[in-house]
């Protein structure tokens, strides 16, 4: 049954210390920091009307199958449900769905459609999936696969000949940042890969390697031409990238995770070295130093960095018309901040400019059909929540 509340726009006073918890430190250097403004802009909201969709055992990611109303969301131990949103939240099960590696921060991760297979049914279409593989011994790794969907009868789905058409390398031991999401470009040639360095730290700076990087590969998960490294890497020197999307203009913009301090929100170009783990406007959790970002460092640099810290859950820039004065802001979803933070962009540029509380860890927010904001709430019952202006 849904359930119909209001949350008004309130800032949320709440600025985390690490995106894993701890001390705040700026270590040695005096860091970017954008805290809440004490003054919301002026754009006529008054809140959130909140309509609930159901729980899930710990939702990772949510995509729209395009040209519908069903939702399909990932829950991390390894399940794929879909939701008819316009029918009264019918259910709809998912076979075929690929054994995961299931601990830690790992498990079934991202899920992605190809707008262009939008039509007015959801018969078949290609399906992407993100999930952690276990290689020998005590490793692994994220893949990404791609196969059919295919719902005969509109209750029940199969994916079909799910293969794996990228691997993240090495693989290694730990079961923390994995990144995994996905992402196509708005012409639909190229798929963007978030690769997070595995808690690894050095191989980010290594390009024998995808640790820490921005893969940029066909929709077949072939190296795409045109990459500035002969292979698969479009960008590196990241940490944990857990948002991603492309802005009006273009633009690939990336949210990831700092150390104790030092989240970034970064602006995504070819061949850029984002500097981690060699610099950071955080500090290591044994509060040992990381010199910040100068402006000499031969570094490209946050356009955002965040001391202390938001812990993004994941990044979606809104082109729907529900939200009107949110037309071309970000949204990322807040971990320990338990919010939502809209960002405005001024061509290059960006700023913090809003606050909303949630009163639970977020996960994931996406724009759907109709302009409507669906928001995961993290860990186990993590509800899904559609938000529209009240």
Known sequence: MKRVTVLAAILS????????????????????????????????????????????????AAAFIPGTDVLVLTEKSGTIRGVQTGNFDKAIFFSGVPEVDYGGQGGLGDIAFLPSEASSTIDRRTIYLSWVEAGDGDTRGAVVGRGQMVCEDHQDCAIQGLEVIWRQSPKVSGRGHYSHRILFSPDERYMYIASGERQKKEPAQDLSNTLGTVVRLNLDGTPAAGNPFGDEIWSYGHRNILGMDFDAQGRLWEVEHGPKGGDELNLVQRGANYGWPVRSNGINYNDTNIPDHTPDDGFTKPVISWTPVIAPGNMTILDGDLFAAWKGDALISGLKTKALIRVSFDGDTAREVERYDMGERIRSVIEGPDGALWVLEDGEGGRLLQLRPQ
Request: glycine share 16%.
């Open 13 to 60: 006073p709440l600025l985390m210390a690490s995106s894993c918890g701890g001390s705040s430190s700026t270590g040695g250097g005096e860091a970017v920091s954008t805290p809440t403004p004490t003054s919301p802009p002026d754009t006529g909201f008054s809140g959130f009307a909140i309509t609930e969709h159901g729980s899930f055992n710990e939702p990772w």
